[in-house]
Structures are given as C-alpha cells and as structure tokens.
C-alpha cells in the first residue's frame, strides 16, 4: 500500500514562527502536492512538485514555498505563520503514469497559529 | 472561477436511505472523474472513479451516474450506513494532467 507520511499531526506556533510541515511517501511518486482543507472551501491547492527540485504554484501560494530535495520528501514552509494560515495542510503524491487525478493522501497536519 | 460545483454542501441521511451528491463541472477536456472519502481525521481516499466512456459505475453500494450532455455526475449510496458518515469529494481531470480540480465536498451524517 502507498503510505504519505505527515510527521506532524498536531502543531501550535505563534505569529512570526518560521513553520515546516515534512512529508514522505514511499512509493517512488513523481508527483507530490499541498492542499489547505478549510470547511466549506474544499482542498485547494497550494503548490505542487512533479520532479526533484521542481516545484509549481497552485491556486493559493501567497505566504507558502516547498521544497524538494528528494524524491520522497516534499516539505512545506511557512515563513512567517499568520492567524489567517491556522487551517489543516494535506500532502498527496501520485504517479504520472497512473490515472489522472488519483492522489494518495497523507492524514493531514492540524496547524495552529496564535 | 469554480470548475467544479459540488452539491449539496452537507447531508443528513436516515440509516438505510439513498444519499446523493451531485458535481457539475465546465471544462469538456475532463476525462476522469474520482469520488473522495474523508473520515473525520484522516486524508481522503479515493473511493470510486468513471470515465466518460460509460454512464453509470457501481461499486457495492456506490454508485457514480454520470450525464456528459449536462456536464453533471453523482454519487448514489444505496443503503446508506451510519459508517458512511464523512466527507465526500468529487474531481475532475483531464488527460495528461495529474492535477484533479476539486469540488467544494459534502458533509454526510447518517443517522442510526
């Protein structure tokens, strides 16, 4: 089974913290993507990755970048972390070769910023 | 601008009965077409897909319809079960990208 690992369940930080969210999938992806899952406004997209060292922005990139030194490792980061970025982050991977649009999930990171 | 349209936003379904989610979407060069299911705490999962090649798909007591004159497809769960209880999420791709375009999702309670 693919399994995305999000090495953080639960994180609390402050305003102005420099916040990294780890991802790991171990299924050889070339794919790997950050959603921000918000109630009543769905997965959007934050960025994505389709190679090592490749990164593209998605729908909502403001106040984000990535990073992807490694096939299986895709990190987000967060700066400066603001009030208006408390929210649950998902990572997802997949395989191009694979039918389009189906994403493996990791169960998510519940960040809080006070 | 909102690619695909998900309806309704939540669901409360007796033990049982038939729960529907409908999905509307634009974009014609979609060609696939996945179903989502979220359980509180956990990451989605793809739960049933259809391509436009055929109008309706079951699995067990999942069904997707699908209608491409309309631009519209739906999730049919036959029978539903107070462990449906989640959240449902249709997308939309299109061949040659592997990024699916969500919809908004449904909140579904079953009630025993």
């Known amino acids: 089974d693919v399994k995305v690992t999000q090495s953080s369940r639960y994180l609390v930080k402050r305003t102005g913290e420099k916040v990294f969210l780890e991802c790991v999938q171990d299924?050889?992806?070339?794919?790997m993507f950050w959603y921000r899952q918000d109630p009543g406004l769905g997965l959007r997209l934050i960025y994505f990755?389709?190679?090592?060292?490749?990164?593209e922005k998605g729908d909502i990139p403001e106040g984000y970048s990535v990073s992807r030194e490694k096939k299986e490792r895709f990190s987000l980061i967060l700066e400066s972390a603001s009030t208006n970025q408390t929210s649950m982050y998902l990572c997802?991977?997949?395989?191009?070769?694979?039918?389009?649009?189906?994403?493996?999930f990791g169960e998510g990171s519940r960040l809080t910023v006070l | 601008q909102q690619q695909v349209k998900q309806s309704p936003q939540s669901l409360i379904v007796q033990k049982g009965g038939i729960s529907i989610i409908n999905c509307a979407y634009e974009?014609?060069?979609?060609?696939?077409f996945p179903w989502y299911q979220q359980f509180p705490g956990k990451g989605p999962a793809l739960l049933i897909a259809?391509?436009?090649?055929?109008s309706e798909k079951k699995e067990g007591r999942f069904t997707i319809s699908f209608n491409k004159s309309a631009k519209q497809f739906s999730l049919h769960i036959m029978d539903s079960q107070p462990g449906d209880s989640a959240t449902y999420f249709c997308a939309a791709s299109r061949g040659g990208s592997y990024i699916p375009t969500f919809g908004r999702g449904t909140s579904l309670i079953v009630h025993p």
């Open positions: 259809i391509r436009p090649d055929v």
């Open positions: 299924m050889d992806h070339e794919n």
């Open positions: 974009n014609t060069a979609f060609d696939y």
């Open positions: 990755s389709y190679d090592v060292k490749m990164k």
């Open positions: 997802a991977s997949s395989l191009t070769s694979g039918r389009g649009g189906e994403l493996f």
